[in-house]
């Protein structure tokens, strides 16, 4: 079974530019997670989606973060303008459904902003 | 709101056992986890506990407590790879089912 798919790997990018995370969950699951892992501290939820649906968003800075999964299978997180505290790892993570209790996480990609 | 506490760092010598504490403060209850994150790469699911005692799988184990919002993992015979970053998460019913996330603890194993 392939695992949760996440790209690129790493994107260095200056601040006021923006940037775009894609990910793949693992097929058949339908509860999508973002991340946000600043160096030194847990996952901090940003937004979760149930197929195409927001479940909840309430950690998201929505004035320069927004997220997409408009089929209900891969989603996007883009951020836009960056800034210098974005520099984390954004990681993707699935279920199978809402209160499944095992989340597979994608690899991650590492942003840092300059 | 969500508290989870757990040590930042702590050091074994290969072949001994280390355990690492975490506490948590949350609104609900619905079920503690242990994930595994070596540096640079995703996190990985160890163990979950919902019902108090202990979970046995292999070298390692979890605990917990629900009265007391405690719960441990313990690492048996270690090995160097198994040093890590250690992630306490707690899933909370009146949060949508969240899982919210201690800051880890670092592991190092010693020869």
């Known amino acids: 079974e392939a695992g949760v798919a996440q790209s690129p790997r790493y994107k260095i990018i200056e601040k006021r530019q923006s940037v775009a995370f894609w990910c793949n969950p693992i097929?058949?699951?339908?509860?999508l997670y973002w991340y946000q892992q600043i160096l030194g501290q847990g996952p901090k939820l940003l937004i979760q989606?149930?197929?195409?649906?927001?479940?909840?968003d309430s950690q998201l800075p929505k004035d320069r973060f927004s997220a997409e999964r408009l089929k209900g299978v891969d989603s996007t997180l883009k951020i836009q303008p960056a800034k210098l505290e974005d520099s984390a790892v954004y990681l993707c993570?699935?279920?199978?459904?809402?209160?499944?209790?095992?989340?597979?996480f994608g690899p991650g990609t590492r942003l840092t902003v300059t | 709101g969500q508290n989870i506490d757990q040590p930042t760092e702590m050091t074994a010598t290969e072949g001994a056992i280390v355990q690492i504490n975490c506490t948590y403060q949350?609104?609900?209850?619905?079920?503690l986890f242990w994930y595994q994150q070596h540096a640079g790469e995703a996190p990985t699911f160890l163990s979950y506990?919902?019902?108090?005692g202990l979970e046995e799988k292999g070298r390692f184990s979890s605990f917990l407590s629900r009265s007391k919002g405690y719960s441990y993992l313990l690492l048996k015979e270690l090995q160097m790879k198994d040093s890590a970053s250690y992630l306490c998460?707690?899933?909370?019913?009146?949060?949508?089912?969240?899982?919210?996330f201690g800051a880890g603890t670092t592991v190092t194993v010693r020869a």
């Open positions: 993570a699935s279920t199978l459904g809402l209160v499944t209790y095992e989340q597979y």
């Open positions: 097929s058949g699951h339908a509860t």
């Open positions: 989606f149930q197929n195409n649906g927001v479940v909840d």
């Open positions: 949350t609104s609900g209850f619905n079920g």
């Open positions: 506990n919902v019902l108090d």
């Open positions: 998460a707690v899933r909370d019913p009146s949060n949508d089912y969240k899982l919210s």
